[in-house]
């Protein structure tokens, strides 16, 4: 007795070391706790980076699909020095998800008609190109050294609305190449032809890239991974952002484990339509079974193709279909079978008799 004991208190002086010796941020609450500023959204982690970039199109009833329109809708309410148009994403370490966060918010805000223009602004290990499949020779780089005029530079990125710049050739000072004048006017010119432009921007920890690009823009937005980051790095972080005097309109938690698929199942009219009362699932079997969740995401692929079509041939999506939301799936009505009566040849007649009409029919 006195052993098992023993035993409960080990393990939980055990659990509670490793809860005060794990500085990571797990949780929104963590983030908050870090710092005052304000936290805009929280994405739950995806299978893949290429499939994680693409979540608004492949799966637009996804849990993270709904949690960039929450961003979104975030984001219309925050105030932008000077009227700019222009937003930087950042993180703290490589690796956090930035790219895949600043593609997924690009592609929600062109869905809700807004004129976007995504700038990858990562002159070091540029990804936006590969990620979106497209041409990465020239771009931002080109830009800057008056090689190219922008309607030159610009690529459509499949979705309507939506255009990118892709980072161009890695030059041999990043820095120097971001702070100049030639990159405020690009911005400038920018913000005069679309609605909003984003800036997939360095990590800032290891180099000064977003920090000096922080000075030209509207506003900053930091990107934390779940589980990754540290409170005293990501703290560094946003100190590096202080001393510039940047403007930090918000931050946003990525990869967030365990984030309950049910909080966002009756966001949207399709949804609805699909998941049925808040809570419940819709009868898409078709024998009166309730379906997963899951389930009901898979039977809407074929409502999402009258929203989405795809080109001939990388299969990349062209724009939003303007179609009318997919009606409820129609439930079955059930076949109520007539009680045995104990005789195998009295059962089979009354059951003759009662198909006989059908039967006749056909």
Do not use: C, W
């Amino acid at each position: 007795m006195l052993g098992a004991v023993l035993a409960s208190l080990a393990g939980i002086a055990t659990a509670l070391v490793r809860s005060l010796l794990n500085t990571r941020i797990r949780s929104v609450e963590d983030l908050q706790g870090a710092t005052d500023r304000t936290v805009l959204g929280a994405i739950p982690s995806s299978r893949g980076s290429e499939q994680a970039s693409r979540v608004l199109i492949e799966n637009p009833y996804s849990v993270a699909a709904e949690a960039y329109r929450e961003l979104r809708t975030n984001l219309q309410f925050i105030k932008l020095v000077e009227n700019r148009r222009s937003v930087l994403v950042t993180s703290s370490l490589p690796g956090e998800g930035k790219s895949t966060a600043t593609i997924n918010l690009a592609h929600v805000l062109a869905m809700s008609g807004e004129r976007v223009l995504l700038i990858d602004g990562d002159l070091r290990s540029p990804s936006v190109h590969k990620i979106l499949g497209l041409e990465g020779d020239a771009g931002l780089t080109t830009l800057l050294i008056g090689h190219a005029e922008m309607d030159e530079i610009v690529q459509s990125a499949g979705v309507d609305g939506l255009d990118v710049i892709a980072a161009g050739a890695i030059p041999p000072n990043p820095s120097e190449s971001l702070g100049s004048p030639a990159m405020a006017e690009i911005l400038a010119k920018a913000s005069q032809r679309y609605d909003v432009v984003l800036i997939d921007a360095p990590p800032l920890l290891p180099v000064t890239d977003a920090a000096v690009l922080s000075q030209t823009v509207g506003g900053v937005l930091v990107v934390a991974q779940s589980e990754a980051v540290r409170r005293a790095e990501f703290e560094r972080a946003l100190a590096k952002l202080e001393n510039v005097d940047a403007n930090v309109v918000g931050l946003v938690l990525n990869r967030v484990r365990g984030l309950s698929s049910s909080q966002y199942a009756y966001a949207s009219p399709e949804a609805r339509a699909l998941v049925g009362p808040v809570g419940q699932s819709a009868d898409t079997s078709g024998n009166g079974e309730r379906a997963s969740f899951s389930q009901v995401l898979t039977d809407s692929e074929v409502q999402e193709k009258r929203f989405y079509a795809h080109s001939d041939g990388g299969g990349e999506y062209q724009g939003v279909l303007r179609a009318s939301p997919p009606s409820r799936p129609a439930r079955r009505a059930a076949v109520r079978r007539p009680s045995s009566s104990g005789d195998p040849d009295a059962d089979a007649e009354n059951e003759f008799e009662r198909l006989g009409g059908r039967r006749s029919e056909r």
